[in-house]
């Protein structure tokens, strides 16, 4: 999960590229195809070749697609048709990907491309190459796939713009601009579309995985983020740290909930990490805190075990042959299936979205015992002299207000399906949907998370002069190197900004990263408090 510098140069294969790679692809990144990859990408297209050649009938090299399956295009038509299918299937709507989505798009095209089960010629794929080499990226609406056929309408506007129609970004001007323009500028011819390539190039799940990989990685960094955060909570509201005691947790061997329970206990008040917070308490004779508290490793814990189900399949389908037909070059046959159906991620992604909503949910939990002075012992809403103030009042409204757009979003997109072209596509997935709004959830969780730490460090101001742990007071500084201390009402919406960045960035997981590699022993009694 930690941050990683990102590299300049990725090779690809089709067989290892895994979602830290993905994510690392920036403006820079440039992509280079293994020797053993380019084998199979010849070999699989002397295959497509040889049936052109035979005059033999083959479903999308030379017949029509879905319900004109059955039509038969003469050898003249075959790279009209190819284009033809681009253009009629470029039928997005909505807002374009952002450069860095649309990037990882291609990259994870290109990726399924050197399997060698698509039968495209090694001119168009060094061309595509070429292109995300160059920076030049097709305009891409985000709406309009049903996760089968693949991702049909947003991987046709990708190949469109590589045609030379329709508008690409140029990275020169750094504005979108005519296609055929933009590649012109930068040196780049234009494809010209042989027999089966219209095909290889738009049918697939690499909407779904592109963004699927980004919904994972920044959920991992959310799981993490969201345990240090409440052990900031609970030392704010004076709260016990028996309930991580390792015990407790080997006894129900979630290996999540046993994670993050460790997580706790690196952070919280120990002989080896005192807090005078705690200290200062440790006569209350508290047994047990709320569930927000007390569970947060049974809750926390699933999004970890979640995490790792669903980061297992994303991979899988980024490394995956989901086109069809399939060229296979050993056999010498070209096989009709249908792995282009996104069922696997786009369930896995409603399943992610559930998890990584439940961390907002119990994080709105714990604001609210930090702005409830009954509950908290602290000034209402964090501010002193209330009334004149409102403090952090609003902010847990949000909070709220984010938690139940979750709570609709979180509703699964895949259970979802509606028969299309003539009912030959009579199943789909709705793969697109499950991981956009995943990441809108992701979103939604950053901004609630943010909003607790903000709560939860204003806590800790208030227990002043007393100090928490030291690995919770390096977290506690960083966010005050952006947002001071709340002493009077302010424009609040910038320091939202500022936490939801430094959570986003991994800031908050760096400050304490060190920390959390630790197994702290609970073995004293005093420790207990």
Request: hydrophobic share 40%.
């Amino acid at each position: 999960d930690k941050m990683e510098a990102k590299p300049k140069e990725l090779y690809l294969d089709g067989e290892s590229l895994t979602v830290e790679d993905l994510m690392s692809i920036h403006a820079d990144s440039t992509i280079h195809i293994k020797e053993s990859a380019w084998e199979r990408v010849r070999a699989s297209r002397r295959i497509v070749d040889k049936i052109i050649s035979e005059g033999k009938v083959a479903y999308g090299i030379n017949t029509g697609f879905g319900n004109f399956a059955d039509v038969v295009i003469p050898h003249d038509k075959l790279k009209e048709l190819q284009e033809n299918l681009i253009r009629s299937h470029a039928a997005g709507v909505g807002p374009a990907l952002s450069l860095d989505r649309a990037k990882r798009l291609l990259a994870l095209r290109i990726n399924v491309l050197a399997k060698g089960y698509s039968g495209i010629s090694e001119k168009t794929l060094r061309q595509l190459i070429d292109a995300f080499n160059a920076g030049c990226i097709g305009y891409i609406p985000e709406q309009g796939t049903l996760g089968a056929s693949g991702d049909l309408a947003p991987l046709a506007h990708l190949a469109l713009g590589l045609m030379g129609e329709g508008q690409m970004w140029n990275p020169k001007s750094k504005s979108w601009q005519p296609s055929a323009q933009v590649l012109k500028e930068n040196n780049l011819e234009p494809l010209h579309l042989q027999a089966k390539e219209g095909l290889a190039l738009i049918n697939g799940t690499q909407l779904i995985s592109a963004l699927g990989a980004e919904a994972v990685a920044r959920s991992e960094m959310l799981a993490k983020t969201a345990d240090i955060i409440c052990a900031i909570t609970l030392d704010a509201l004076e709260g016990t740290v028996k309930a991580y005691d390792p015990q407790i947790h080997n006894a129900r061997p979630h290996k999540g909930q046993i994670r993050s329970a460790q997580h706790m206990r690196s952070l919280l008040h120990s002989a080896t990490y005192p807090s005078t917070i705690s200290l200062n308490h440790a006569n209350c004779n508290r047994v047990q805190d709320a569930y927000s508290l007390r569970c947060a490793p049974q809750v926390h814990g699933v999004a970890y075990d979640t995490l790792a189900f669903v980061k297992g399949i994303i991979e899988t389908e980024m490394n995956s042959a989901t086109d069809n037909p399939m060229v296979f070059a050993d056999t010498e046959m070209i096989l009709s299936g249908g792995n282009f159906h996104g069922e696997f991620p786009s369930k896995a992604l409603d399943y992610l979205a559930i998890a990584v909503h439940e961390l907002a949910n119990i994080s709105e939990r714990r604001v609210e015992r930090l702005v409830n002075s009954t509950l908290s012992g602290l000034p209402a809403f964090l501010v002193k002299e209330g009334g004149l103030n409102s403090g952090f009042m609003i902010a847990h409204c949000t909070s709220a207000a984010l938690v139940s757009e979750n709570k609709t979003l979180a509703h699964p997109a895949s259970i979802d399906s509606i028969p299309t072209s003539a009912e030959k596509e009579d199943h789909v997935s709705m793969g697109g949907w499950a991981a956009r709004k995943c990441l809108k959830i992701v979103e939604n969780v950053e901004n609630v998370l943010a909003i607790e730490l903000l709560a939860a460090c204003q806590g800790i101001d208030l227990r002043r002069p007393l100090r928490t742990t030291e690995p919770l007071e390096a977290v506690h500084a960083l966010l005050r190197t952006k947002v001071a201390t709340w002493e009077k009402d302010r424009y609040l919406h910038p320091d939202i900004e500022a936490a939801a960045e430094m959570i986003r960035s991994g800031q908050v997981v760096a400050a304490v990263e060190r920390f959390l590699r630790q197994e702290i022993v609970l073995s004293a009694h005093h420790e207990y408090h």
